[in-house]
């Protein structure tokens, strides 16, 4: 009977012909539905007089209308981060809610309960803030893993090595045979898993790896220095691959100033991409891990976990690929 209390979400999937989530996806203009599932599950609940109860939806989500986002402060200036926090809002605005971004060091209990649960933009096992805020018994959405002791209630997580690997063959493809990394520190997993993969690629194709490791957020004094290293101990390098974002654009006088040709005798590439890289002479290669959509994954993914329709425990695949620029042509 239309407008009856004893319409729920279960009678409209039913109906539509669609699962559950799918329904609540629809109904809220969210989740992968096409325009015609979306109008048809639309159509039915406004036929059956279904609307959303909300003391049930206040049990299932809580009542602050506020997620909090936390990100490394040290990496703020990151136009990765930066995107990411728009995804972030982004989605939040399409389920209106707000978000407070936790930036400081210590995260008062009484901020805690003012948002009904977290995202962790690359959470750092050092990072302070991460370990209270998996501590405080919210639900948790980390983008990668958290490689502390304390499991997130859900995880957005990228195929990492897949794509390093694909970067790695196509600067072999390009005659590559010295390929040395500047990498990041292995304190976050995204650090962890790249280290792993180089060394695991240079295992397979039977070459020396030419590692070296900076701390997370290394300013571009730091990561100057350490290009500098690299191609003074060995002058065979003929590729680097560049693990920090804003790295690979930092080493450009560096490699200039050795007196090599970028693209030619020497090739570059980074595992972040950015809107600066492809403005460079030449534009660099880079892996795109597509940040705002990440952020907007990490909070759809929250505000599942929140309204019960998706278990804890979650782990949910994000898409990357990886753009060839002239840096690489060899």
Same mark, same amino acid.
């Given at each position: 009977?239309?407008?009856?209390?004893?319409?729920?979400?279960?009678?409209?999937?039913?109906?539509?012909?669609?699962?559950?989530?799918?329904?609540?996806?629809?109904?809220?203009?969210?989740?992968?539905?096409?325009?015609?599932?979306?109008?048809?599950?639309?159509?039915?609940?406004?036929?059956?007089?279904?609307?959303?109860?909300?003391?049930?939806?206040?049990?299932?989500?809580?009542?602050?209308?506020?997620?909090?986002?936390?990100?490394?402060?040290?990496?703020?200036?990151?136009?990765?981060?930066?995107?990411?926090?728009?995804?972030?809002?982004?989605?939040?605005?399409?389920?209106?809610?707000?978000?407070? %971004?936790?930036?400081?060091?210590?995260?008062?209990?009484?901020?805690?309960?003012?948002?009904?649960?977290?995202?962790?933009?690359?959470?750092?096992?050092?990072?302070?803030?991460?370990?209270?805020?998996?501590?405080?018994?919210?639900?948790?959405?980390?983008?990668?893993?958290?490689?502390?002791?304390?499991?997130?209630?859900?995880?957005?997580?990228?195929?990492?090595?897949?794509?390093?690997?694909?970067?790695?063959?196509?600067?072999?493809?390009?005659?590559?045979?010295?390929?040395?990394?500047?990498?990041?520190?292995?304190?976050?997993?995204?650090?962890?898993?790249?280290?792993?993969?180089?060394?695991?690629?240079?295992?397979?194709?039977?070459?020396?790896?030419?590692?070296?490791?900076?701390?997370?957020?290394?300013?571009?004094?730091?990561?100057?220095?350490?290009?500098?290293?690299?191609?003074?101990?060995?002058?065979?390098?003929?590729?680097?691959?560049?693990?920090?974002?804003?790295?690979?654009?930092?080493? %450009?006088?560096?490699?200039?100033?050795?007196?090599?040709?970028?693209?030619?005798?020497?090739?570059?590439?980074?595992?972040?991409?950015?809107?600066?890289?492809?403005?460079?002479?030449?534009?660099?290669?880079?892996?795109?891990?597509?940040?705002?959509?990440?952020?907007?994954?990490?909070?759809?993914?929250?505000?599942?976990?929140?309204?019960?329709?998706?278990?804890?425990?979650?782990?949910?695949?994000?898409?990357?690929?990886?753009?060839?620029?002239?840096?690489?042509?060899?």
């Amino acid at each position: 009977m239309p407008g009856s209390e004893q319409v729920n979400l279960v009678e409209v999937a039913k109906a539509a012909g669609v699962s559950k989530t799918t329904a609540s996806d629809a109904l809220r203009n969210s989740g992968r539905v096409s325009e015609q599932t979306r109008k048809r599950v639309v159509a039915v609940a406004n036929r059956l007089g279904y609307s959303p109860n909300p003391v049930a939806r206040s049990l299932r989500m809580a009542s602050t209308g506020t997620i909090g986002l936390h990100l490394p402060e040290i990496l703020t200036r990151s136009e990765y981060y930066m995107s990411f926090v728009f995804g972030v809002v982004d989605q939040a605005a399409k389920m209106d809610y707000d978000v407070t %971004l936790l930036t400081a060091q210590h995260v008062p209990a009484r901020r805690l309960h003012r948002v009904d649960g977290v995202v962790l933009g690359d959470p750092l096992e050092t990072d302070t803030v991460v370990r209270e805020l998996l501590g405080a018994g919210l639900p948790a959405v980390t983008c990668e893993r958290y490689t502390g002791e304390v499991e997130p209630a859900g995880i957005v997580l990228s195929e990492h090595t897949a794509m390093f690997d694909r970067l790695l063959d196509h600067l072999a493809d390009s005659g590559a045979r010295a390929i040395a990394f500047l990498a990041s520190s292995t304190v976050t997993d995204w650090g962890a898993t790249l280290q792993g993969a180089y060394q695991n690629w240079c295992e397979r194709h039977e070459m020396r790896p030419r590692v070296r490791e900076m701390a997370f957020g290394s300013p571009t004094a730091v990561t100057q220095d350490n290009a500098r290293a690299v191609l003074n101990a060995d002058p065979s390098v003929d590729a680097l691959v560049c693990a920090p974002d804003g790295a690979a654009s930092a080493v %450009l006088p560096v490699i200039r100033a050795a007196g090599k040709t970028i693209g030619a005798d020497l090739l570059l590439a980074s595992c972040v991409d950015s809107s600066e890289l492809t403005h460079t002479d030449p534009p660099i290669t880079a892996i795109d891990l597509r940040p705002r959509e990440a952020g907007a994954a990490c909070a759809q993914l929250l505000f599942d976990i929140l309204a019960g329709e998706t278990p804890r425990g979650t782990v949910r695949a994000h898409p990357i690929g990886l753009n060839a620029r002239r840096s690489t042509r060899g």
